[in-house]
């Protein structure tokens, strides 16, 4: 199988990166540019919407193996809620695990 990175300036690990932050996490492709550029990244959203068309479907399709693959071994379901709360004037995190 041919490379689908070889006509890119841009290294696989930093277009795998940015596609699966924009696949994983409920974020504008502009979000996701202005984190990166935070992490020393300097990409266009523009770029970020041409490689989601290109390797979204590929990246995309190797969760979704993985997630079934990984359903057969196991039917935990984990849930973890966190709340803040202000006590005499310090902020506390109460996180709470559900099985």
Known sequence: MKNPFRYFNSSPEVIRLTVMTYIRYPLSLRQVEDLLFE???????????????????????????????????????????????????????IMIVES
Request: aromatic content about 18%.
């Open 39 to 93: 992490r020393g990244i300097d990409i266009c959203h523009e770029t970020l919407r041409f490689w989601w068309n290109r390797f979204g479907p590929m990246l995309a399709a190797k969760i979704r193996k993985y997630r079934l693959h990984s359903q057969s071994y196991s039917r935990w379901r984990w849930h973890l809620d966190a709340v803040f709360v202000i006590v005499e004037g310090y902020m506390l995190m």
